[in-house]
Nanobody, 122 residues
Framework: QVQLVESGGGLVQAGGSLRLSCAASGRTFSSYAMGWFRQAPGKEREFVAVISWSGGTTTYADSVKGRFAISRDRAKNTLYLQMNSLKPEDTAVYYC???????????????WGQGTQVTVSS
């Protein structure tokens, strides 16, 4: 059974940092691009960042560019999201996902984690 399990969420003050992890099991995602999405209450799911299967290409949403960094450890089958200079508007449930190819559209992703809550207080 394929599983993506996020961890690392929590409560942090504005300006602080968190590092999210996403551990994959059940299959290897070495040939998949991996992405992070988030969804705040009452809002649609939105793209945060994506990294190519090789790790050589990344794309970020404008709202997080320069503050967040996506990375992956293919040997450990694990995806990361380093979040710095956090703002209250970053508060959301964060999801990791896997896609064949490379995309910022959540509808094109094949596998999803259950999500981890990030709350940024002002």
């Amino acid at each position: 059974q394929v599983q993506l399990v996020e961890s690392g969420g929590g409560l942090v003050q504005a300006g602080g940092s968190l590092r999210l992890s996403c551990a994959a099991s059940g299959r290897t995602f070495s040939s998949y691009a991996m992405g992070w999405f988030r969804q705040a209450p009452g809002k649609e799911r939105e793209f945060v960042a994506v990294i190519s299967w090789s790790g050589g290409t990344t794309t970020y949403a404008d709202s997080v560019k320069g503050r967040f960094a996506i990375s992956r450890d293919r040997a450990k089958n694990t995806l990361y999201l380093q979040m710095n200079s956090l703002k209250p508007e970053d508060t959301a449930v964060y999801y990791c996902a896997a896609v064949q190819g490379y995309s910022s559209k959540w509808s094109e992703y094949d596998y999803w984690g259950q999500g981890t809550q990030v709350t940024v207080s002002s």
